[in-house]
């Protein structure tokens, strides 16, 4: 074959990985979130969502598939075309956790590439007016003297609640009744309603409950406390080492996708994350910006899961 003829034959061969990128989007997208209305997880998606759907020329519409420990929307996400119509709000729990806590995923982390972190925070621990506490200590005490009797809720066994409050308790020889639910969102109303006694979750899901008084943070489950709400301590302070709740939500695509919308994604969601109302939307809430690139994001994946790997061992919880 001569140089002419084997140019064109690669030119042809290349054209139809080619197209689909100069092309796209030609479609609406779908973002699956795999927490219910009402979650940081699914607040952050639509507010991105109707950024993205700005410089991308088409809708994102928001799916929610909570349930399962965030495994229905995960397994969802990862069966998709990987021809970037479909996006999949990533987290601490679908990425780090569960491939420690369950011997059998119907996913894999390696399912997905990822795209670019959109925020990371600690969470925090509160508890409902009701109890009688008013410091860790003071809870701690009670969690020693009535074994089993507060209840947290939590979105399954192996959630990030469940590992911290394991964590907590076995710190200080306390123990607390695990609740599961379907979604975040669930549990807060529950806890506000005064059917939980205690949770953890993220500051902008409980933090405006704490300033209204309808709950009590007791402390930042992180290294350093919240330039939101400073006279928060964290748990080291408190005495109690070694435990660690940063979650991160972040959007990947299914494995597969090309490069060239993988970068187009990760460009835009960039550029929705400068804005000014997205920026503040997140800051003020005590968490971080993300914005960084795939490969950044995979690494962070990485690290977390290891992290996640020594607390998930250190907690005597078995894998399912």
């Known amino acids: ?62 799916e929610n598939k909570p349930g399962g420990n965030m495994v229905i929307a995960a397994e969802a996400a990862a069966r998709s075309a990987p021809d970037g119509y479909t996006l999949f709000m990533g987290n601490t729990l679908t990425h780090a956790i569960n491939p420690w806590m369950f011997k059998s995923l119907p996913y894999k982390p390696d399912d997905f590439t990822p795209v670019s972190l959109v925020a990371a925070g600690p969470m925090i621990l509160a508890v409902h007016p009701d109890v009688p506490v008013k410091t860790l200590d003071e809870l701690l005490q009670l969690g020693r003297s009535q074994p089993g009797k507060l209840a947290y809720g939590t979105i399954g066994y192996g959630s ?39 949770a953890l979750n993220y500051w902008v899901a409980l933090g405006p409950h704490v300033k209204s008084g309808r709950l009590r943070a007791l402390a930042v489950v992180g290294p350093n406390r919240l330039a939101v ?10 005495g109690v080492k070694g435990v660690d709740s940063q979650g991160w939500q972040g959007i990947m695509v299914p494995a597969g996708t090309p490069r060239p919308i993988v970068k187009r994604l990760q460009t835009e969601l960039a550029r929705v994350l400068g804005l000014p ?25 990485q690290a977390d899961r290891e992290r996640w790997r020594k607390a998930v061992a250190a907690s005597g919880i078995e894998p399912q």
């Open 1 to 62: 074959m001569n140089a002419p003829t084997l140019c064109v034959t690669l030119l042809l061969a290349a054209a139809p990985l080619a197209a689909p990128a100069q092309d796209y989007p030609a479609r609406p997208l779908r973002l699956i979130v795999a927490d219910g209305p009402g979650s940081v997880g699914d607040a952050r998606a639509r507010a991105i969502a109707a950024k993205l759907a700005d410089g991308l020329g088409r809708p994102v519409v928001v």
């Open 229 to 238: 709400a400073p006279d928060l301590p964290t748990l080291a302070e408190l």
């Open 160 to 198: 990030p609640g469940h590992l911290v409050m394991e964590q907590i308790g076995a710190a200080r020889g306390a123990r607390f009744h695990l609740v599961p639910y379907k979604s975040m969102g669930q549990y807060v109303q529950d806890l506000v309603g005064g059917h939980l006694q205690l």
């Open 277 to 301: 109302e997205i920026r503040s939307g997140i800051l003020d809430t005590g968490a971080e910006l993300g914005g960084n690139t795939p490969e950044e994001f995979a690494a962070y994946i």
